[in-house]
T-cell receptor, first 113, second 114 residues
Framework: DQQVKQNSPSLSVQEGRISILNCDYT??????FLWYKKYPAEGPTFLIS?????DKNEDGRFTVFLNKSAKHLSLHIVPSQPGDSAVYFC????????????FGEGTQLTVNP | DSGVTQTPKHLITATGQRVTLRCSPR?????VYWYQQSLDQGLQFLIQ???????AKGNILERFSAQQFPDLHSELNLSSLELGDSALYFCASSVEVAGGDTQYFGPGTRLTVL
């Protein structure tokens, strides 16, 4: 049972344009959501997070939107840069259950110069 | 650099053997998590320790065990290794604060079982 799903395995955008990565979840107990970026041969790098009490969180070029009723979150990267090319993972946790993360399958983002 | 260190970076061994993976958390972090990333499974939570005590368990096989020592470093022990245990093993650490806890990942150990 895949509780966190990233339905797009890959996304290609032009440099300077917006990248939108999507994530859906099924477990309504999830109350904390994170996005990680991963380069080959490295560990996941934390990007941005959002608590279920918010619907938006912004950090520089990265914004995460949370739609609890739709059980959907998205990561917006504006403007996209070639260095953003990586695999992006969405993750979720239930804070009262020890913070274990449930990950999506990942989306490969390619930003073309 | 996340501040989480893992050794070794690569490990090649044979079926039936036993290996130990080591993780040092970020300074000040009390929680350590272990995850497995295999080709067809994505990142899967194995186990969490908090200040030396087991806090949560995921789909960790009985052949696998972990511990966290008084200096907060952690070891993941994998025994009776099978071909299917070949994967990337990541350690993560966090402070564990209320209202949202961010985990920071180490670079991983790539285990190859031949």
């Amino acid at each position: 049972d895949q509780q966190v799903k990233q339905n797009s395995p890959s996304l290609s955008v032009q440099e300077g344009r917006i990248s939108i990565l999507n994530c859906d979840y099924t477990n309504s107990m999830f109350d904390y959501f994170l996005w990680y970026k991963k380069y080959p041969a490295e560990g996941p790098t934390f990007l941005i997070s959002i608590s279920s009490i918010k619907d938006k969180n912004e950090d520089g070029r990265f914004t995460v939107f949370l739609n609890k009723s739709a059980k959907h979150l998205s990561l917006h990267i504006v403007p996209s840069q070639p260095g953003d090319s990586a695999v992006y993972f969405c993750a979720a946790s239930v804070e009262t259950s020890g913070s274990r993360l449930t990950f999506g399958e990942g989306t490969q983002l390619t930003v073309n110069p | 650099d996340s501040g989480v260190t893992q050794t070794p970076k690569h490990l090649i061994t044979a079926t039936g053997q036993r290996v130990t993976l080591r993780c040092s958390p970020r300074s000040g972090d009390l929680s350590v998590y272990w995850y497995q990333q295999s080709l067809d499974q994505g990142l899967q939570f194995l186990i969490q320790y908090y200040n030396g005590e087991e806090r949560a368990k995921g789909n960790i096989l009985e052949r696998f065990s972990a511990q966290q020592f008084p200096d907060l470093h952690s070891e993941l022990n994998l025994s009776s290794l099978e071909l299917g245990d070949s994967a990337l093993y990541f350690c993560a650490s966090s402070v564990e604060v209320a209202g949202g806890d961010t985990q920071y990942f180490g670079p991983g150990t790539r285990l190859t079982v031949l």
